[in-house]
Every structure is written in C-alpha cells, then in structure tokens.
Nanobody, 113 residues
Framework: EVQLVESGGGMVQPGGSLTLSCAAS????????MNWVRQAPGKAPEWVSI????????YYVDSVKGRFTISRDNSKNMMYLQMNNLKPEDTALYYC??????RGQGTQVTVSS
C-alpha cells in the first residue's frame, strides 16, 4: 500500500522558513518523480515543485522560484521542501504526491504576523 506522510508544517511569520518532509513507503520510491502540491482554503490545488527520480532536474512554480528548494534522499525514501522567505500567500495545506495520483494527507503551513 502506497503511503505518503508529510510533516514539518506550522505557523511562521512572513520572512520565516520551514522545511517540510515527506516519508514514502509501499512503493519503489527511487523510481518515481515526486511532487509538492499545495491547496489554500477555497482554492484549487496548485502544483509547487517536482523532482525527478534521481534528484535532478527539479522545477518550480514561478511564485516560489528562488525561495523554495526541493530535494530527496532515495536511501531514506524521503523528500523535502525547504521554504525560505515565506509570504502570507504561501499559506496552504502542502502535500506530496506521485504523478499517478497518490498523495498524503498534507501538512498545514500558515504564514502570518
């Protein structure tokens, strides 16, 4: 059974940083490109970033370029999202997902003063 479990969310002030983690199990993680997706209240899900199965390349939505960094550790079946210079508009439920539709429950990120 595919399991994706996110952690690391929380409340932070604008300009702050958080690192999200995604723990994967139940599938051959190193064979999958992985995504971070976010959904703000009342809005459609927004794709944030993708990292290829071997770690490169990676791509980002324009709104987070230069602030977010995606990475993975295939030896640990883990993926990460380092988020710097957070803005209120980054507030959302963040979840990791495979391209074939598997996703976790998400971790909430709230950016507020």
């Amino acid at each position: 059974e595919v399991q994706l479990v996110e952690s690391g969310g929380g409340m932070v002030q604008p300009g702050g940083s958080l690192t999200l983690s995604c723990a994967a199990s139940g599938f051959s993680f190193s064979n999958y490109d992985m995504n971070w997706v976010r959904q703000a209240p009342g809005k459609a899900p927004e794709w944030v970033s993708i990292i290829k199965r071997d770690g490169t390349p990676s791509y980002y939505v324009d709104s987070v370029k230069g602030r977010f960094t995606i990475s993975r550790d295939n030896s640990k079946n883990m993926m990460y999202l380092q988020m710097n210079n957070l803005k209120p508009e980054d507030t959302a439920l963040y979840y990791c997902a495979t391209l074939d539709g598997s996703r976790g429950q998400g971790t909430q990120v709230t950016v507020s003063s």
